[in-house]
């Protein structure tokens, strides 16, 4: 060993180094989550079990809606909107989920949710919805020539058809970057089914 190189030196660096790739790795692997939701009356079963059963195979989850601070689910739980929808950046995520419940109503129209949802499906992310949540998706112009589910209200349904759709005929259904439920009995295969995507 030359002249006032140390061992330990040599070492300081190689571990800093190390920290260094091993940071990097957890950022670019880390599996993050984006639940987009009303502010009020969203499912709280399809939203709960979905969440945490991403939290416990190591997502982050991140909640955004029409205004950041308290969303109400359809059992009166309060929890904390981090993100207004204009604020998002999609490059953040790997998958966009929204979740059903009466309140899906008031994002049906939102112009917002729309170009979100259209950004994230032009650069091939993940889309998953749940119950009510596939209107919104039909809504935003993203289902054309997928095979997709919703809850079986005729109505429902016929948004669907009518956006281009192809209405599937099993709980869960995979069509491409897009994922889809039709009822909260299937929430926890719709989960299961995110995770085996993004595993």
């Known amino acids: 060993m030359g002249k006032g190189v140390s061992y330990k030196g040599i070492f300081t660096v190689a571990l800093i180094v190390v920290l260094l790739i091993g940071l990097l790795y957890t950022k670019n692997n880390s599996k993050k989550a984006l639940f987009i939701l009303p502010e009020k009356d969203f499912d709280n079963y399809e939203f709960v079990n979905t969440r945490d059963i991403l939290i416990d195979n190591d997502f982050d989850i991140a909640l955004a809606s029409t205004t950041i601070g308290e969303i109400i689910d359809d059992k009166n739980v309060v929890y904390e909107s981090k993100y207004d929808i204009r604020d998002v950046d999609i490059d953040d995520y790997q998958i966009i989920i929204l979740v059903g419940g009466n309140g899906t109503k ?3 129209d939102n112009q ?11 650069n091939n992310k993940y889309i998953a919805a749940i119950c009510y949540g596939p209107v919104v998706l039909a809504r935003a112009g ?9 809850y079986p209200n005729p109505k429902h349904i016929k948004e669907l058809q009518d956006s ?3 209405i599937g005929d ?8 897009i994922i889809t439920a039709a009822n909260p009995r299937d929430t926890i295969k719709f989960a299961e089914t995110i995770l085996g995507i993004l595993k």
């Open 164 to 166: 281009g759709a192809l």
């Open 106 to 108: 008031l994002i049906l």
């Open 112 to 122: 917002d949710i729309h170009n979100l949802l259209k950004d994230a499906y032009n």
């Open 170 to 177: 099993s709980g869960v259904s995979v069509s491409k970057n």
């Open 142 to 150: 993203i289902l054309k020539g997928h095979t997709a589910v919703v």
